[in-house]
């Protein structure tokens, strides 16, 4: 009997080595399974998202909002006007990330914030003129871009910036789970 169960438990010694070298790795010359990254495609549209409600608490319903969406990098935006003359705001939701943006040389980021417990970046824009307000939300950022410059009603990024921040504020109780 002890002879059998030694023949047995070399048996299943055996049988266990086997099973885990070939589930270890792939034989020569075959291809390996590669995982997808994750999706991160946008599906978030502000034009659509933000209530009517939170757009007239931040005096942005002047006309309906005008999409602007674009395709590199794809975002998915918005064009509000205000009741102010002059000024607006372009609401998107990006794919792209607060890290990318931080290590943009397109921008100059003047101030890291949180807001609804999110993390956010304050940052100018030179080659538009505009500042830039970028809210985490996972998979990218929802950006509030303000313009100034002479054909606008700000005059610096600093007023830009203020402006932008306040939209944010206004529309943060309205702001997706996901984008």
Known sequence: MNTK????SVALALLTVGAVAACGSPASGEPTEVQAPP???ITYHPCEGI??????L?????RPPLPHD?????????????HEPRDGV???????TIRTLETSDRFTTLDGVRVAWRRALVQDFPDTRSCLV????TPGVLDFQVGYGSNEIFTTPAAACDD?????HTLAPYFPEHL
């Open 70 to 82: 674009l395709e590199n990098p794809k975002s998915l935006g918005c064009i509000y006007l205000s």
């Open 58 to 62: 931040a005096k942005l319903d002047v």
């Open 164 to 168: 932008a921040m306040k939209y944010v």
């Open 90 to 96: 372009t609401i998107a939701a990006t794919d792209r």
């Open 51 to 56: 209530p009517a409600e939170a757009i007239r």
């Open 5 to 8: 169960v030694q023949r047995i």
């Open 134 to 137: 970028s809210v985490e939300i």
């Open 39 to 41: 999706v991160t495609e």
